[in-house]
């Protein structure tokens, strides 16, 4: 996904709606061994944090998530631990969905 340095959440929400007919359900992040939710329409006790994250630049959301600020030497951000939904409400398996970082 180009330019995806300057995308809040709800942005990556949007454009995957938009473009793909996909509604994103869940996006954990990967912190050590372990994967934590920062987004899921489907926990009703991650609604307030998942709203509030909407608005958050996807850069700023990961790095904060895992302790590791994305930085302009990097160029590539792989999420692994997302899902997907079609808009009828069909689970989608898909292949990792792979930030660019357009600095």
């Known amino acids: 996904m180009p330019n995806a340095s300057k995308l809040t959440l709800g942005g990556f929400v949007e454009l995957f709606k938009s473009e793909h007919k996909l509604e994103l359900q869940e996006l954990m992040l990967t912190v050590g ?15 307030e944090a998942s709203k509030a994250n909407l608005a958050r630049p996807l ?13 302009p030497a990097m160029a590539f951000y792989p999420l692994t631990d997302i899902v997907f939904a079609t808009v009828d409400g069909d689970d989608v ?10 600095w």
């Open 33 to 47: 061994d372990k994967s934590q939710m920062v987004y899921s329409v489907t926990l009703a006790q991650l609604a």
């Open 59 to 71: 850069v700023e959301l990961i790095g904060e998530t895992t302790k590791q600020p994305l930085t």
């Open 93 to 102: 398996k898909c292949a990792p969905v792979v930030l660019q970082l357009d």
